[in-house]
């Protein structure tokens, strides 16, 4: 095995000793005095050497000023080649940049914003190729009915997953304190597809999840069978006998027909 030696040159002593030269244009890029104390060089190649300075701005904390100064041949003056602010350990940097598709979050979508499908996008496939049978993709082609595209397996296996995990699915407080779930409440309106076996849409307008997708095992106190309300109690009409009659025995001490006369009464 042979051995590949790295020729390594020394650091050019006048490009070295000039760190007021790279300190002049570290001040002209910044304002004089800003660049702060020499935090040492680094030797580029040969006659070229980066000087480095501490950055003071309180906006810039962590980074520091790069000056690269060269010499050429044989000349003793040292130039400027380039100035420049690099980022330093801890120093605070923004985000890596994303494409939009992948910044986009649920939810992001405003008012009057148009949000593109990709072509290639998984979650759809063409209409024809998702028919339940050939009688369906014979309909379908000849009579050019259905959309474009619809919902692919993997677009229904992430809504699916989605659904099951999210708030509207069975492992909620709600569901958990449910007397029963949803798979038994009359305002369980069940989907269509594949996805009924899994998926309604809960049409009680006095449940939190109204007009939402709810999971069968999903429920909430507002389950039509809950509690059952007793029928209001109707007021029976009171009875009056019109035909019989009771007895009742005179009192003591009422008055007669004879101390009305003489009492003036008729
Ligand atoms: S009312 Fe409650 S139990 Fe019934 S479907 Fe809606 S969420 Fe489910």
Redesign the pocket.
Known sequence: MTRTRTRVSPPDQACVAAVDVARAAAEELARPGEPGEHLGYEAEGDRIVTHYFACQDRAYRGWRWAVTVTRASRAKNVTVSEAVLLPGTGAMLAPEWLPWSERLRPGDLGVGDLLPTPDDDDRLAPGFTEAGDDSDHQMIFEYGLGRARVLSAIGKDRAARRWHSGE?GPHTPIAHA?P???ST????WLLAGGLRQEF?V???E?????GKV?TAD???????E?AVMPPPVEQAMPILDDLGFDLIEEEAGSVDESATEELGHS
């Open positions: 509207h449910a029963a779930q949803c409440c009359g305002f369980y309604g809960c049409a009680n006095y449940a939190p999840d109204d709810v999903h429920g909430c106190g507002a389950h039509s809950a």
